[in-house]
């Protein structure tokens, strides 16, 4: 949680007067956000989020984030609506730093997701690929296949000293999936990041998905087996199948997945619990103690990691055939 | 900025379910206040803040805070005015804290207050001591005369330490104010930490007060004190005398200051000036390097309570003769 970056009235009330969405009326800082800086904003009747882009994220990158989150609003997804300044402009500048307002979600996210939500996860995941359709930018995928490597090599030498066997669980795991990475599966826009944190509900309902900022083009499996790291393990690492289930059946009541995709789904578990492995371990290693924002725990997926080792059948993780 | 204590989602609705507010349709933590967690609420078609008291705030202390905020939102001050449950009850708990709801406040607080802000400030200090008198509960000031000695005593052998010559410049002052502190001034509730973070601005007006966690019965005089170390300096720490001029012209015009409050401005501001310096000069040694909120430079109110010194007319920060 952080606001990086102070942002003064004066500043804020003449930044405001370029768009048409009437006079500041309230204003502060929220304390989510691991990447940026995160302001309420109610101005006018309406309420915004605005967002101040802290170095972490390259400014080249910007035009795909908002540019996706416009396209894939208009294409019906819940999700933040970038708003235009009276010239047009979205990604404009604000205390020195790149800045954007964006439509106000209602919603809640949840911590405890049940099997409910689990599937409406899956459906929602589903209509962001279908809704990513078209969208002329591309990104790659930093965090794909081909940056794991490079990154372990940043951290390699401390690895045991997160936890003992640490190193020798990834090296090994980055053997087994330079030889068993599928790479003919369907690609497309992905969000890349669909944890709790990323998806509001509302009435039992999504209302709302957010933190675009590592989406990017890949398979749209392997964000499925994101969502199944991050919704259907419990707080003790047991993995619930029947959340497994729910986030699937939500997934291909909106697209079907392929017979390649289901027969790759262990590969893609074990690929997207190592990318957060690597990435947590990283951060673990390298914030400084006085950071804003903690680093969170990487074990949590080396024990997700080590189950999907033991998984080698789709069924194992409760993928049923496509209707 | 902080929040210290995370609230489930869980937990949330099912405590907003015991008020009359309607149904959670949003809620996210904020990046502002010290003392406590707070987060802002929207529930029905109504915004609100919920305060979880953290351990600096003494539960005893509680029933004076939130009555005090009642009390004076009835008369007329615009402040955060708590919301009852269904049962009638305001302080509750969640997240094993003490835990209470507030009116939402429009507005923004200015980062760099302009004569007419001090003007404002004056005008809403004096209705805010005014609005105070039939408040039945009371609170000593820990922060008051009393407290400035043996706080000291808690870091004098380490006050050079954060400049060379601090412990001299407090133990002298200690010793002036013990003979020149006045003891018979007007008395009333005080807010005691009207600082720019604590009033909101909306349409160029006052459109709030917030954060009494420092409220307690002491000198009408000192309150203005406070404020004149909080409002009439500039960044360079030179006194703006025509914003000193502006702050007591506006609290003049609601309440005019007894001729023994004009004649002790001079030893009320030092001793505002001195419980700043203390209490920051204490918490910079105090604060762990990894702690969420940083310290306060104390060096501000060295700077201030030296200006101070050189003054012994109240004519020197601005007093007119009241009206």
Excluded at 36 to 61: C, H, M, P, Q
Excluded at 113 to 126: A, D, F, K, N, W
Excluded at 272 to 291: K, Q
Aim: net charge negative; aromatic share 12%; proline share 5%.
């Amino acid at each position: 949680m952080a606001v990086y970056t102070e942002v003064s009235d004066e500043a804020l009330v003449e930044f405001v007067a370029t768009y048409d969405i009437g006079e500041v009326v309230a204003f502060k800082g929220i304390a989510e956000g691991v990447e940026n800086s995160n302001f309420f904003l109610a101005a006018g009747d309406e309420r915004y989020i605005l967002t101040l882009y802290e170095k972490r994220v390259a400014r080249n990158d910007l035009p795909f984030f908002v540019g996706l989150v416009e396209h894939l609003a208009e294409r019906g997804l819940r999700c933040p609506m970038p708003v235009h300044d009276r010239a047009g402009v979205v990604i404009k500048e604000l205390g020195g730093r790149p800045a954007a307002i964006f439509t106000f979600l209602d919603g809640m996210s949840v911590k405890r997701p049940s099997v409910r939500h689990c599937q409406l996860v899956g459906e929602t995941l589903g209509r962001l690929h279908l809704a990513g359709n078209g969208f002329q930018l591309t990104r790659r995928n930093d965090l794909g296949p081909d940056g794991w490597a490079p990154l372990f090599s940043r951290f390699s030498d401390q690895a045991d000293d997160i936890s003992s066997g640490l190193g020798t669980l990834i090296s090994s795991e980055l053997e087994h999936l330079s030889r068993h990475w599928p790479d003919n599966l369907p690609c497309g826009v992905i969000h890349a990041d669909l944890f709790p944190d990323n998806i509001f509900f509302h009435r039992k309902e999504v209302s709302g998905v957010i933190d675009f900022y590592f989406a990017c083009n890949d398979a749209f499996g392997y964000d499925l087996a994101v969502c199944l790291n991050a919704w259907c393990f419990e707080t003790d690492y047991s993995f619930n199948i029947t959340k497994g289930q729910a986030l699937f059946r939500g997934y291909q009541s909106v697209r079907a997945l392929t017979p390649a995709e289901r027969a790759a789904m262990p590969v893609l578990a074990r690929g997207a619990a190592l990318r957060f492995l690597l990435t947590r371990s990283y951060d673990w290693l390298n914030t400084a103690p006085d950071a804003l924002v903690k680093p969170k725990d990487p074990i949590e997926y080396a024990r997700r990691l080590r189950f999907h080792q033991s998984i080698d059948n789709p069924a194992g993780f409760g993928i049923e055939q496509g209707a």
